[in-house]
């Protein structure tokens, strides 16, 4: 069995936010692969279904960002699993929008809801890294991170979020090459290949002057001289 879990924060207010998208990214495998209802379970909400030939758990904690560690424990506590079972998907600022790498193991590189789970757990589990991009000061990471997706992020994110939730089987096989190559086509589809131009037509060859017959000569004589010669 895997444990999918998606970072965010519950309730309506933070439901667009950029540090969200983890939420966002299960939300989307749930619709896709016809997953059952969400229901409050582990100080979050889960929905249960299959994967790659695989039981797999969604999780949303709702414990808020900071303590996301709390909801992931009790799951894998419950279920009897090993840190190699959890994949963790979450908003990543050193990536650029649109960017998504797989990492297992490392540092939380400030991100609340990993260092959560870091302190729970240790840090031998999967993270997808969903690239949000970085405000350019440290100083406005928090209201960046807490603000909304504009209306042009979503050129990238609702292929994203499809291709996730297209390559949620290779994954959960442990194939994320075939995970990224799915995301890889839906952020850039194959361009319809251009057809290939018709060869020009040459023009026709034009005919060989027929020579005209040159006219004969004027006759002027008159109708009785023309009688006359034609009797002689």
């Known amino acids: 069995m895997k444990l999918l879990v998606g970072l965010g924060n519950p309730g309506a207010k933070y ?35 299959r994967l790659g030939g695989e039981k797999v758990l969604l999780q949303k904690p709702e414990t808020y960002m900071n303590l996301s560690g709390d909801a992931v424990q009790a ?12 994949i963790v998907f979450h908003d990543e600022l050193d990536l650029a929008p649109g960017k998504l790498r797989i990492k297992t193991g490392g540092g939380h ?3 609340n809801g ?32 807490l603000g ?6 979503n ?13 949620a089987d290779d994954l959960v096989r442990g194939d994320n090459s075939g995970f990224m190559n799915a995301v890889a086509r839906r ?10 131009k018709a060869p020009e037509a040459k023009p026709a060859k034009k005919p060989a002057p027929v020579a005209e017959p040159e006219p004969e000569p004027l006759d002027e004589r008159t109708m009785l001289q023309k009688l006359a010669d034609r009797f002689r």
């Open 148 to 153: 909304d997706f504009s209306k042009y992020d």
């Open 75 to 86: 799951a894998m506590k419950f279920y009897k699993l090993e840190l190699g079972d959890v």
């Open 187 to 196: 952020l850039a589809p194959n361009k319809p290949q251009k057809q290939a």
């Open 114 to 145: 990993l260092r959560s789970i870091d302190a729970h757990l240790g840090p031998g589990f999967s993270r997808v890294r969903i690239g949000i991009g970085h405000p350019g000061d440290k100083r406005l990471v928090s209201n960046y991170v």
């Open 15 to 49: 439901a667009a936010n950029r540090h969200n998208v983890g939420f966002m990214a299960v939300d989307a495998i749930a619709d896709g692969h016809g997953f059952g209802p969400w229901r409050s379970k582990f100080n979050g909400v889960i929905s249960e279904g």
């Open 155 to 167: 050129d990238w994110l609702e292929p994203m979020l499809d291709g996730i939730s297209e390559g």
């Open 109 to 111: 590189a400030g991100h």
